[in-house]
């Protein structure tokens, strides 16, 4: 279990903390070196095994987490928020080791909120709201099912008089839009139709995505967790 919290020991260094971790699972002192230099050089931490904890980065941490999480070889890896606060490059080495996992026979539990790391990292999803799941299903199906294979921007700027008329003038021609702010979108729609007659306004077509679905099934007003 590696958890969104930082639980490593600050008085001991790098290489230590995976070695005491290790004893609470008996692995004996020579495999637990082993196993952890092993790790670190996975993470690419191999050469700061005797630095202090406090003098890592954020991403160095959670890789040094999620490296102390494999010292007992677990068939079941769950990770909560696993690049939370990461930047770029330490986010795409995360993800490059768990799908090295992956490969590994190793079942891994995310939770996550950065869309594009589900998308990427997961076989099957399941979307959460207040407690309870609301979906679940492939990447592919989520999409094709919640949002459809498209997705129709169209912006109207804070004109809300605009707005509304362009929602439901949309509505009499059968389509289902939703309010995005400054931009109404159409999901799932034959996109020349919407296109046909909107020239003076600008217009964006795109796939849909599983922020879209997200979206579709959560909503949009922001809620606290």
Known sequence: ????????????????NLQVHARYFNIAAAVAEQRALDALDLFQLRDRARSKVDELSGGMKRRLLIARALLQQPRLLILDEPTTGLDPQ??????QRVQLLKSQQISIILSTHYM??????CDRLAVMDAGHIVAQGTPEELIRDVA????VEIFVGLDLMRKQGLITDLQKRGLQPEDGGEKVLVYGANANTVLSDLEPLRVVRRSANLEDVFLRLTGRALQEE
């Open 116 to 121: 594009e790391e589900a998308s990427s990292l």
């Open 1 to 16: 279990m590696v958890s969104q919290e930082d639980t490593l020991d600050s008085n001991l260094s790098v290489l230590q």
């Open 148 to 151: 459809g294979n498209e997705v």
């Open 90 to 95: 330490a986010r795409h080495l995360v993800w």
